[in-house]
């Protein structure tokens, strides 16, 4: 009878171990995403495209996201700063844009109170117009720009972000007084898409991502691209080669919570990166013509310092610092 009893002992043994390795061992639990803008913007669809990535990827059991706009995404930083510590199941989209609005605003929270995880690609900026709009053509906007600029009212995200940046320096290279530049600032994508097809916006500026399906429904123009070459998938002249030498672009990346041990943020890295290679990540990066910019760890908490001094030298030369 032991002996029997053994046996079927052996067999349930084997049988849960079995069941076991069957079930996949995810590295992160549920995923909590902070998006720190609204609801179809930047920093919103970066978040939606990485959380289905690392589900696709199996390094994610599930994926939940949370909006916070304004300030640059420096609401949405505090609020993550301050309800995840020691969570190695948050994530907070990051970008240029924030590390911008922290050296104007100099928020009580900043970078250095989360923890770098990685820098995953850039976007470069296109400037854009609804199908109605007179401008047919970049020479058409800047002429007017050039004769009345305030006549031109051009809509991004927050003031001080890339987009204010980048249309700041444009004006610079123009002779335009930065004073002059009427620029209406938004505290995400959705909102600054519907004021420019509402036509209160004569010029949308920011990532194709944000504005593809706009073009491609024929709601949207493309007129230009601040990158430092044409772009693959997007039918538009370089700034560059119409002759003004401006490059505006915004890199995104993820942080994740405070206090995090190092085997719980290499961890995070490790899925994170596992995430990157899956095909709904990839087919992303072409569909969004993401240039992919992979920088993970303490490297990308330098470069991220470095974008400080960076942001803070353009801010000042723009006059919105």
């Known amino acids: 009878m032991s002996a029997l009893f053994r046996r079927f002992s052996s067999l349930i043994a084997t049988a849960v171990t079995a069941a076991a390795l ?15 803008g609204s609801v179809g913007g930047g ?21 939940t996201f949370e909006n916070k ?35 104007q605003n100099k928020p009580q929270i900043t970078l250095k109170d989360v923890t770098p995880i990685a820098r995953l690609f850039t976007e470069y900026n296109v400037l854009a117009v609804r199908e109605e709009s007179p401008y047919k053509t970049l020479d058409d906007l800047l002429k007017d720009f050039k004769t009345n600029p305030s006549s031109i009212k051009w809509g991004g995200g927050s ?14 290279k123009m002779d335009v007084p930065v004073n002059k530049v009427n620029y209406v600032a938004y505290a995400g994508g959705g909102e600054v898409v519907a004021a420019t097809l509402g036509g209160h916006i004569t010029v949308i500026t920011g990532g194709y991502a944000e504005l593809a399906k706009y073009v491609q429904s024929k709601q949207f123009r493309l007129l230009a691209i601040g990158a430092p070459d044409r772009v693959e998938g997007i ?9 003004y030498d401006v490059t505006i672009g ?21 899925a994170v990166l596992a995430a990157t290679n899956s095909k709904v990540w990839q087919d992303n ?37």
């Not at 079930?23 to 995403?33: Q, R, S």
């Not at 920093?43 to 994926?63: F, H, M, N, P, W």
């Not at 987009?163 to 610079?172: P, R, T, V």
């Open 22 to 36: 069957a079930t996949p061992v995810f590295a992160l639990d549920t995923v909590k995403f902070m998006a720190p």
């Open 43 to 63: 920093y919103d669809q970066t978040a939606r495209v990485l959380g289905k990535a690392l589900i696709e990827a199996k390094v994610a059991k599930s994926v």
């Open 69 to 103: 706009g304004g300030a640059g995404g420096t609401l949405g930083l505090a609020q993550f700063a301050n309800s995840t510590k020691g969570d190695p199941n948050a994530l907070l989209v990051v970008g240029a844009i924030m590390v911008a609005a922290i050296e």
């Open 159 to 172: 003031k001080g972000s890339i987009d204010h940046i980048g249309i700041a320096e444009l004006a610079g």
């Open 235 to 243: 039918d538009a002249p370089t700034l560059k080669e119409k002759g």
């Open 250 to 270: 915004n890199w995104r990346g993820v942080y994740g919570a405070a206090n995090l041990t190092p085997e719980q943020r290499k961890e995070v890295t490790d």
């Open 285 to 321: 990066v072409k569909t969004n013509a993401w240039s992919p910019s992979i920088l993970t760890g303490d490297e990308f908490g330098k470069f991220v310092e470095e974008e400080h001094v960076r942001l803070r030298a353009m801010l000042v030369k723009v006059g919105l610092l």
